[in-house]
């Protein structure tokens, strides 16, 4: 028995790892932009794919490094050439949007990769693919909020989450930050998707299952707050393999429980801002 | 201005009103006879009125209160595995099952609501998304019931009314059109009745300045989350009525891209005008009959049309030919 909850306790751990690494891009994204980055699923399945065709060339490594900075570069041109006109915009016109961006990037990755399956190989050296996957994400998630903590930049985007407009006006350019923060996102996106490659292989849809419980990380942790998505995220990807230890069927619905048992109890969240949702 | 001016142009906009509901009711009820002339089928256009009515009862939130839902495919699919449970498991009854598809929907949207009116915007947005994968993951596992993934077979649409008053609609023909446009016009002149009632023009006032109407002494939260419940009423009801159509209810009836084709058929059609949503869902559901019936890709054109749409042409088509004569 207790192998049994060890067992789902690890994969709960790199469940909520990847949900925490994909809920962060997004929460990003959304504190700085107000935009509901409906495409995330599909940045991550290009992360996956662009490693699976770099690593032949560049190696495990190199495509684990380089695919993520492709994934955000391919952010940067979408942002540019689309996001951003519609910051200023109705909220619904930026879900419309990347919904349909979803839609093109999912049919673009079938279109070239194809339709079925694809294997990621994986070095000898990470013969045990879920403690190396777990220490890549912890890497980076520390790694992200030192970005956020101490460098300049990371110090205005974090500015610009409560007041945008006075960052503008103190003289920093918003356009390129919040280009840049949206590059960020697709970044950790990218990345999540190199090393769920790793773990489950790739398809075109692969994204599609960890945009759903990436929206919830966010409400439960609370919207505004990224310690706050960091827990959601650990707290429903522990919740739902724990579901599947003792009842499987009911380990969809156990994350959209905990979802509104925190909307009726503590509707900010477990540490978000008062009226921060509002 | 002077007031001559004034009664002169708002007459003029009064006999526009009164062309354009001669006109939407004309095409309607004349369905059978020029669909087929243009190369459509009828079931096409029975389609178009459901996805319409969805579109409608989703924009009495979005276009007349401004508040965004983008989860309306949980409770049009709630309406359709309504119906379509109560018609294979509990009695043989049309009217039972769109009573009960529209209630199980209607409700469902009401207690949620209660959660979520005091969020805003995006979040508002993302809440109803995530609450309304929660039934299409139920849908989806609760095989023994809803059939899974393969969806709710096994029921079809009865006979309405006793012998010798029977009106039958088990066939796919024009008799199952014209109930389909009747319960279509009894929903939508409620809707209308409750637009221009002081209910309706207080969501306008909501939509326009919250923090107006706020200091005027409305009840925001009340009101939103009435907007909300009535117009999961009418999505739902239009959810029953798309199991009836296709003897048929499944997972796909409770997904988020639903939700997303009910948003961009609102948009296409018009967000601020009452017939819009009804136009975008006659154009949605053409194109994507046209292009289906082309290409395995459809989804990247339909992602393009979203795209197209919002950088495009955010007014939607109502708003345009509206904005063109204004100026």
Redesign the interface.
Same mark, same amino acid.
């Given at each position: 028995m207790t192998q049994v909850i060890l067992f789902n306790v690890t994969n709960g751990l790199i469940i909520g790892a990847f949900y925490v690494l994909m809920a962060l891009g997004l929460s990003l994204i $959304?504190n700085l932009s107000?935009? /509901?980055n409906f495409a995330h699923g599909n940045f991550l399945a290009l992360g996956g794919y662009l490693a699976f065709t770099l690593s032949p060339v560049l190696g495990y490594w190199g495509a684990l490094l380089i695919s993520p900075l492709l994934t955000a570069l391919i952010g940067v041109v979408v942002e540019r050439l689309?996001i951003r006109? /519609?910051y200023n915009?109705? *909220?619904? #016109? =930026? $879900? !419309? !949007?990347t +919904?349909? $961006? &979803? +839609?093109?990037l999912?049919? &673009?990755a079938r279109?070239i990769w194809g339709p079925n399956g694809l294997p990621m190989g994986l070095p000898a050296a990470l013969a045990q693919p879920i403690t190396s996957t777990l220490f890549f994400i912890t890497v980076t998630v520390i790694g992200l909020f030192a970005f956020l903590r101490y460098s300049r930049i990371g110090l205005r985007i974090r500015a610009g989450t409560f007041d945008l407009e006075t960052v503008a006006t103190l003289g920093v350019n918003v356009r390129h930050l919040r280009t840049l923060n949206f590059a960020v996102g697709c970044l950790l996106a990218g990345l999540s998707g190199v090393l769920a490659a790793g773990q489950i292989g790739l398809n075109p849809n692969m994204g599609d299952e960890l945009l759903?419980p990436s +929206? /919830?990380a /966010?409400?439960v942790g609370g919207?505004g707050s990224l310690i706050g998505t960091l827990l959601g995220g650990l707290l429903i990807g522990m919740a739902a393999a724990l579901t599947t230890a003792f009842y499987p069927?009911a380990s969809? &619905?156990v994350i #959209?429980a905990i979802?509104?048992a925190v !909307? !009726?109890l503590r *509707?900010r969240g477990l540490i978000g801002e008062e009226g921060m949702? =509002? | 201005m002077t007031t001559a001016v004034v009664a002169a142009s708002e007459s003029r906009s009064v006999s526009r009103k009164a062309l354009l509901l001669v006109a939407v009711w004309a095409a309607l009820l004349t369905v059978p006879l020029w669909l087929p002339l243009l190369g459509g089928y009828t079931a096409l256009a029975g389609r178009v009125l459901v996805f319409g009515l969805a579109a409608m009862g989703l924009n009495m939130l979005l276009g007349f209160t401004g508040v965004l839902s983008f989860g309306h495919a949980a409770y049009f699919g709630l309406g359709a595995y309504g119906a379509g449970l109560t018609l294979r498991y509990l009695v043989h009854s049309t009217p039972a099952a769109i009573l009960a598809g529209t209630l199980l929907g209607g409700l469902a949207g009401s207690l949620f609501g209660l959660l979520i009116v005091r969020r805003r915007g995006v979040y508002f947005a993302m809440c109803t998304i995530a609450f309304g994968q929660l039934w299409y993951y139920l849908a989806y596992s609760w095989n023994s019931v809803t059939g899974g993934f393969d969806g709710l077979r096994d029921f079809h649409r009865e006979a309405i009314g006793f012998p010798p008053m029977v009106l039958d609609i088990t066939s796919g023909g024009n008799s199952f059109y014209y109930f389909l446009l009747a319960i279509f016009a009894a929903a939508v002149g409620l809707m209308g009745f409750l637009l221009r009632s002081p209910f309706g023009r207080t969501l306008l006032a909501i939509r326009e300045n919250e923090r107006r109407a706020r200091f005027l002494g409305i009840p925001i939260e009340r009101h939103i989350w009435l907007s909300f419940s009535i117009s999961c009423f009418f999505t739902a009801l239009a959810g029953t009525l798309y199991a009836l159509l296709n003897n048929f209810a499944d997972p796909l009836t409770l997904h988020y891209s639903l939700s997303g084709y009910f948003v961009v058929m609102t948009v296409i059609g018009g967000m601020r005008t009452f017939w819009g949503p009804l136009l975008g869902a006659a154009v949605f559901v053409m194109l994507q009959d046209y292009i289906s019936s082309m290409t395995v890709n459809w989804m990247s054109f339909v992602g393009v049309i979203f795209i197209l749409v919002v950088l495009f042409f955010p007014r939607g088509l109502l708003g345009m030919i509206r904005r063109r004569v204004a100026a």
């Amino acid at each position: 028995m207790t192998q049994v909850i060890l067992f789902n306790v690890t994969n709960g751990l790199i469940i909520g790892a990847f949900y925490v690494l994909m809920a962060l891009g997004l929460s990003l994204i $959304l504190n700085l932009s107000n935009v /509901i980055n409906f495409a995330h699923g599909n940045f991550l399945a290009l992360g996956g794919y662009l490693a699976f065709t770099l690593s032949p060339v560049l190696g495990y490594w190199g495509a684990l490094l380089i695919s993520p900075l492709l994934t955000a570069l391919i952010g940067v041109v979408v942002e540019r050439l689309m996001i951003r006109r /519609i910051y200023n915009r109705d *909220p619904v #016109y =930026s $879900l !419309l !949007l990347t +919904f349909g $961006l &979803a +839609f093109v990037l999912q049919d &673009a990755a079938r279109f070239i990769w194809g339709p079925n399956g694809l294997p990621m190989g994986l070095p000898a050296a990470l013969a045990q693919p879920i403690t190396s996957t777990l220490f890549f994400i912890t890497v980076t998630v520390i790694g992200l909020f030192a970005f956020l903590r101490y460098s300049r930049i990371g110090l205005r985007i974090r500015a610009g989450t409560f007041d945008l407009e006075t960052v503008a006006t103190l003289g920093v350019n918003v356009r390129h930050l919040r280009t840049l923060n949206f590059a960020v996102g697709c970044l950790l996106a990218g990345l999540s998707g190199v090393l769920a490659a790793g773990q489950i292989g790739l398809n075109p849809n692969m994204g599609d299952e960890l945009l759903m419980p990436s +929206f /919830i990380a /966010i409400i439960v942790g609370g919207v505004g707050s990224l310690i706050g998505t960091l827990l959601g995220g650990l707290l429903i990807g522990m919740a739902a393999a724990l579901t599947t230890a003792f009842y499987p069927a009911a380990s969809e &619905a156990v994350i #959209y429980a905990i979802m509104m048992a925190v !909307l !009726l109890l503590r *509707p900010r969240g477990l540490i978000g801002e008062e009226g921060m949702m =509002s | 201005m002077t007031t001559a001016v004034v009664a002169a142009s708002e007459s003029r906009s009064v006999s526009r009103k009164a062309l354009l509901l001669v006109a939407v009711w004309a095409a309607l009820l004349t369905v059978p006879l020029w669909l087929p002339l243009l190369g459509g089928y009828t079931a096409l256009a029975g389609r178009v009125l459901v996805f319409g009515l969805a579109a409608m009862g989703l924009n009495m939130l979005l276009g007349f209160t401004g508040v965004l839902s983008f989860g309306h495919a949980a409770y049009f699919g709630l309406g359709a595995y309504g119906a379509g449970l109560t018609l294979r498991y509990l009695v043989h009854s049309t009217p039972a099952a769109i009573l009960a598809g529209t209630l199980l929907g209607g409700l469902a949207g009401s207690l949620f609501g209660l959660l979520i009116v005091r969020r805003r915007g995006v979040y508002f947005a993302m809440c109803t998304i995530a609450f309304g994968q929660l039934w299409y993951y139920l849908a989806y596992s609760w095989n023994s019931v809803t059939g899974g993934f393969d969806g709710l077979r096994d029921f079809h649409r009865e006979a309405i009314g006793f012998p010798p008053m029977v009106l039958d609609i088990t066939s796919g023909g024009n008799s199952f059109y014209y109930f389909l446009l009747a319960i279509f016009a009894a929903a939508v002149g409620l809707m209308g009745f409750l637009l221009r009632s002081p209910f309706g023009r207080t969501l306008l006032a909501i939509r326009e300045n919250e923090r107006r109407a706020r200091f005027l002494g409305i009840p925001i939260e009340r009101h939103i989350w009435l907007s909300f419940s009535i117009s999961c009423f009418f999505t739902a009801l239009a959810g029953t009525l798309y199991a009836l159509l296709n003897n048929f209810a499944d997972p796909l009836t409770l997904h988020y891209s639903l939700s997303g084709y009910f948003v961009v058929m609102t948009v296409i059609g018009g967000m601020r005008t009452f017939w819009g949503p009804l136009l975008g869902a006659a154009v949605f559901v053409m194109l994507q009959d046209y292009i289906s019936s082309m290409t395995v890709n459809w989804m990247s054109f339909v992602g393009v049309i979203f795209i197209l749409v919002v950088l495009f042409f955010p007014r939607g088509l109502l708003g345009m030919i509206r904005r063109r004569v204004a100026a």
